[in-house]
């Protein structure tokens, strides 16, 4: 796989996540998908991310920095968004927060094989300290 084959699946992995267009999820997440470690697989990461967009209604993936060196990506991804109620622990409560996380993904066959994923937490909580 070359680079701009890489990129051009993980973009269109952004925009379909961003459509919830889980039905084609398996275009690009791999059937034994991991996520920090964890064993998911298609289904769980389906799960995993139909959870996400329940607690967080307005969530939106965009993508602030992309490297793609195959079989990997490095993305920063920048979130606006509102969780209705618990994030990362954290009670939100319905306000409106912006975050990053950052993210690497090891690619097979252009799908997503595994996933390690932190989430700029601290900047969250300075966000709640200050409302």
Not at 40 to 66: A, C, H, Q, T, W
Not at 120 to 125: L, P, Q, S, T, Y
């Amino acid at each position: 796989m070359t680079k701009s084959e890489l990129t051009r699946s993980y973009r269109d992995y952004i925009a379909c996540l961003n459509k919830r267009d889980w039905n084609s999820l398996g275009r690009f997440v791999h059937e034994n998908a991991k996520h920090n470690g964890e064993l998911l697989g298609l289904s769980g990461y389906r799960k995993m991310l139909e959870k996400n967009v329940s607690d967080i209604p307005d969530l939106s993936f965009n993508v602030e920095l992309l490297i793609a060196e195959p079989p990997y990506i490095a993305s920063r991804l920048r979130f606006d968004c509102t969780p209705k109620e618990m994030f990362l622990n954290l009670s939100v409560l319905g306000q409106k927060i912006s975050f990053a996380e950052n993210v690497f993904y090891e690619f097979l066959d252009l799908k997503i094989v595994q996933v390690w994923s932190i989430i700029d937490k601290a900047v969250i909580e300075a966000q709640l300290l200050h409302h």
